[in-house]
């Protein structure tokens, strides 16, 4: 059994689909992204590339859809009735709106983010696709520090991902009904997002922007 690794990494993420080289994502020395291998935070390609690197290493490495983030679903695009986000009668539009990442939570209690991508007079369609789903993925960058972790830290780690530490959560109470987003129901929406929108180490889980908590290497 492979020991935890404890690493820090600074890194520039591109998206590359297409032939193309958009800048996603950076973290640098001073602001690294660290983690603790073995837990599975993180997507699988993406940590069999760095775990065994030395301090020092450097990475330049390219993740498929199938590796990263899977193809974008339109199945995975639904429209729910309006009054779902309704509090106290009325709408809730300072937290619903286009381009809006919103917490939701399916019947199961499994939460994730939806980007709300329509808003009617009668519904909300949201997009459950992960925002990079559908993207090819390079990696360029450096590791900081590569070790053994201590028991201390993997408690910390694994106390995030539970819930008992900071960052994973879902403070509103916002849920789905279903896997496709029927029934779904929100509260008042002062929880912030659901994932890890605190930290997994330095970073946190999701992608890109503070929607998602930052750290686009992570599984969620």
Request: charged content about 25%; hydrophobic content about 25%.
């Amino acid at each position: 059994m492979k020991p935890n690794k404890y690493i820090n990494a600074s890194y520039q993420l591109y998206d590359v689909t297409d032939g193309k080289k958009e800048l996603l994502e950076e973290t640098t020395a001073d602001q690294p992204f660290t983690f603790i291998s073995g837990l599975g935070l993180l997507l699988d390609a993406f940590e069999r590339q760095v775990v065994d690197l030395e301090q020092g290493s450097e990475f330049d490495f390219v993740l498929t859809p199938a590796q990263a983030y899977g193809e974008h679903s339109d199945e995975h695009v639904v429209e729910l009735d309006k009054e779902t986000f309704y509090i106290d009668g009325q709408f809730d539009e300072k937290n619903v709106f286009v381009g809006a990442v919103i917490p939701l939570q399916n019947e199961d209690g499994n939460r994730f983010n939806g980007q709300v991508t329509s808003v009617t007079d009668t519904a909300v369609t949201v997009d459950l696709n992960h925002p990079l789903a559908g993207r090819t993925l390079n990696f360029v960058g450096k590791i900081n520090e590569n070790r053994e972790a201590t028991n201390d830290e993997l408690s910390q780690f694994v106390g995030k991902v539970t819930g008992q530490g900071e960052g994973c959560g879902c403070g509103g109470n916002c849920g789905c009904g279903g896997d496709e987003g029927d029934g779904c129901r929100c509260g008042n929406g002062d929880g912030g997002e659901c994932g890890c929108g605190g930290n997994h180490g330095e970073g946190g889980c999701g992608c890109g922007d503070k929607e998602d908590g930052g750290q686009c290497c992570c599984k969620n």
